[in-house]
């Protein structure tokens, strides 16, 4: 692409460097801009600008906060002692959006993933690993992807902490509310037979 | 969604605003931007205030620029007596990138459209006009989308010029280079058929 300006050209580059936006649609969403009064510019630029400097990530539970410890680690009614294992903060909205856990969360903020360079260091791992070591932790279930890294990064951390007289779930893989069977993939329908569930438990929620 | 933090949440509600970006795009984008270094976000706004703030747009043809007379207005070599009508810069890229056009543009800035509330009064038509009446133009090329928009706007310029004694054109109209004939809509190939062009000139190009 030819630009006549300069200006236009930073802004369609520096867009264009966002997961997913090519450089015909940052060309857009630019052009956009520049039909919209300035205030909209300078409230979107403010907001990531803040975002980006300002944000905090929760000393207890890794996730996204404004404050030291987020609203979830601070309330009250919740229970300490189960701890929910997710990938990032999206993985926590899903979730809370259930209403269907009252246990508090680690976010590990990735997943373990030799190609994308990402080892357990990188992770929230320890920090994790501290919580069972002080013994204040009952339960942990693992809610990452069930993908390859997903499993990986279980795995590895089920191994160091199955000495401990925890319990240690995962969510469970089964067959989508509302799915047809005969689309279903081969290993999916597996598990869900051999991990089937009691037939009341599966009229709740 | 519910946010755990107002900073991501007025980030989010920033970008969603975006065309085409719905609210979960938004929340990867920004959550991407945290995962890259500082200055990245830095970057970003910066090119987007600047391109916002101290975008010009070209005296002559109205052109998005970073001076008075963009690049094409003051090229000696084009022929300034050719113009070709667009819509927006994105239209003159395109031509550009063709090197078949050697006259200059006159970017309108849009189409009218009733619907969208944009009326001649809103387009650089009145511009366009002086330029027309100023006796200095031979040609004009109606480079529009072929849309109704398009279209009445291609028109409600022409009625204007039409006593001027001026040639007026507009872009040909037919079967796209490399489409199966048996798919093109009946619209286009009958009018493929009504304005069908030596065969010579099909060599061409």
Redesign the interface.
Known sequence: ????????E??V???A?????GRR?A????????KQP?E????????????????KLCKNCH????VEL???CTNKKRDASVICVVE???D??AI??TAQFRGLYHVLGGKISPIEGIGPQNLTIESLLNKVVSGSVKEIIFALSPTMEGDTTNFYIYRQIEKYAIKVSTIARGISVGDELEYADEVTLGRSIINRIPFENSLKA
Chains 1, 2 share one sequence.
């Open positions: 692409m030819d630009f006549s300006s300069k200006l236009l930073n802004a580059n520096e867009v460097q966002l997961p997913g936006i649609t060309l857009r969403l630019v052009l956009h801009l520049l300035k909209q510019t300078h409230y979107l630029t403010e907001a990531l600008m803040r975002f980006r400097n300002e944000i996730n996204i906060s404004d987020c609203e979830i990032d903060i999206r926590v909205m809370e959006s």
